[in-house]
């Protein structure tokens, strides 16, 4: 069983850093692609960064090209986002997501598995 833990959210002023983690259980990224989301009031999740078993490619929505990075620690089991000039749009309940397929999917129906979410607010 696919267990995902998010933790490094919070409160942050527009133009500043965070770094979220998605702690996941033992083998998950040997079997599963990884994908970040994130959601606001009233919509669904929308994908924001994603990494393919395959190969290991990323891929970034237009919104956050350039400021956001997913990376992962295969050792320490951990899925992370490294997110920089931060704006309130930014501003979501954000998910790590793990999908069986090889190239990971941009939609969330194809994630079999995801973390409890953590809320990342950006406001001055």
């Known amino acids: 069983q696919v267990q995902l833990v998010e933790s490094g959210g919070g409160l942050v002023q527009p133009g500043g850093s965070l770094r979220l983690s998605c702690l996941a259980s033992?083998?998950?990224?040997?079997?599963?692609?990884m994908g970040w989301f994130r959601q606001t009031q009233g919509t669904g999740r929308e994908f924001v960064a994603i990494k393919s078993r395959l190969g290991g490619a990323t891929h970034y929505a237009d919104s956050v090209k350039g400021r956001f990075t997913i990376s992962q620690d295969n050792a320490k089991n951990t899925l992370y986002l490294q997110m920089n000039n931060l704006s309130s749009k930014d501003t979501a309940v954000y998910y790590c997501?793990?999908?069986?397929?090889?190239?990971?999917?941009?939609?969330?129906?194809?994630?079999?598995?995801w973390g409890q979410g953590i809320q990342v607010t950006v406001s001055s």
């Open positions: 997501g793990a999908s069986p397929k090889i190239i990971a999917p941009v939609t969330e129906i194809d994630y079999d598995y």
């Open positions: 033992e083998g998950t990224f040997a079997g599963h692609s």
